[in-house]
């Protein structure tokens, strides 16, 4: 069993950053892909970002790219998600989920159902 404990959140200012993290404890980190995903008031959970399990690939969902850079830490058994630019669109529930690779080619995944471990979410408000 993996347990994710994101923090970091919190109140920021519209063109302001945070930076993310989620510590992961109960299994092999370094085996793991990550993944973040946000949650707004009456919206559906939506891809943020995801990272393969050695830092290799990443993947973005387009409104974020050039603002946000996901990372990880192996020998912290943390995944990271540096914001930058932040909007009021970014406020959100902000969650990191886990799971291992579905193949030796599929290292990331954008759809929040492939991942069996999550967290228990950071809110993210961006004030305008």
């Known amino acids: 069993q993996v347990q994710l404990v994101e923090s970091g959140g919190g109140l920021v200012q519209a063109g302001g950053s945070l930076r993310l993290s989620c510590a992961a404890s109960?299994?092999?980190?370094?085996?793991?892909?990550m993944g973040w995903f946000r949650q707004a008031p009456g919206q559906e959970r939506e891809f943020v970002a995801a990272?393969?399990?050695?830092?290799?690939?990443?993947h973005y969902t387009d409104p974020v790219k050039g603002r946000f850079t996901i990372a990880r830490d192996n020998a912290k058994n943390t995944v990271y998600l540096q914001m930058n630019s932040l909007k009021p669109e970014d406020t959100a529930v902000y969650y990191c989920?886990?799971?291992?690779?579905?193949?030796?080619?599929?290292?990331?995944?954008?759809?929040?159902?492939?991942?069996?471990?999550w967290g228990q979410g950071t809110q993210v408000t961006v004030s305008s």
């Open positions: 989920a886990a799971e291992l690779p579905w193949s030796s080619i599929v290292l990331v995944q954008t759809d929040p159902n492939e991942y069996h471990y």
């Open positions: 109960g299994g092999t980190f370094s085996e793991y892909c």
């Open positions: 990272i393969s399990y050695n830092g290799g690939v990443t």
